[in-house]
Each structure stands twice: as C-alpha cells, then as structure tokens.
Nanobody
Framework: QVSLVESGGGLVQAGDSLRLSCAASERTFSSYAMGWFRQAPGKEREFVAVVSWNGGTTYYADSVKGRFTISRDNAKNTVYLQMNSLKPEDTAVYYC?????????????????WGQGTQVTVSS
C-alpha cells in the first residue's frame, strides 16, 4: 500500500506564504503524476494543482494560477505546493494524491491514493 503524508499547514495572515510537503513511502513514486486537492468547510473537494511524472508539465486551477507552484523531488519521494499571496478563500484542508497516470489530470477519480490532509487557515 502507498502512504502519503502531508505537512506544512498552519495559520497565516492574508498575503503571506506557506509551503506544503507530501512525503510518499513508494519506490516507484517517479512513475506517476502527483496532485493537490482541497476541501473547505461546507464545500466539495476541488482540484488545485498537478505535476507530471518527471516534473515537466504542470496544470493549475484558475483560482490559484499565478499564486501557487507545484513541484516534485523524485530523489526524495516528495511533492511540494508553494502557496504565495494567500487569501481567506484558500482556507481548507489540503490533500496530496497520486494519480493512475503519468500525465497531468484534474479529475478526482483518476487518482489512486490519498493522504490524510493538512489544515491551512488564512485570516483577513
């Protein structure tokens, strides 16, 4: 079984930055696309960002484009989400997920494994 553990969440002010990390206990980590999703209270889970198997391609939700950056370090089995210019509407539990595919996808059903999430709270 693949395990994914998110870290780096916390409480910050609007306009501040955070970097989330997702550590994977998987030797074949580098073979799959990795994504980030989030779920705010009272809302459905939504796609945030995805990076292809080798880090060569990225895709972002319109709501975070230009502010968030996804990256990966396959030597460390880790994917990152750098979040800049944070807004109160970014407040959510952020989940790391591994896709079935090598290429980017924003479709939740195409992700095979999920972490337990890390809380990000942005105050105004």
């Amino acid at each position: 079984q693949v395990s994914l553990v998110e870290s780096g969440g916390g409480l910050v002010q609007a306009g501040d930055s955070l970097r989330l990390s997702c550590a994977a206990s998987e030797r074949t980590f580098s073979s799959y696309a990795m994504g980030w999703f989030r779920q705010a209270p009272g809302k459905e889970r939504e796609f945030v960002a995805v990076v292809s198997w080798n880090g060569g391609t990225t895709y972002y939700a319109d709501s975070v484009k230009g502010r968030f950056t996804i990256s990966r370090d396959n030597a460390k089995n880790t994917v990152y989400l750098q979040m800049n210019s944070l807004k109160p509407e970014d407040t959510a539990v952020y989940y790391c997920a591994r896709a079935y595919t090598t290429g980017v996808t924003a479709t939740e059903t195409r992700y095979a494994y999920w972490g337990q999430g890390t809380q990000v709270t942005v105050s105004s």
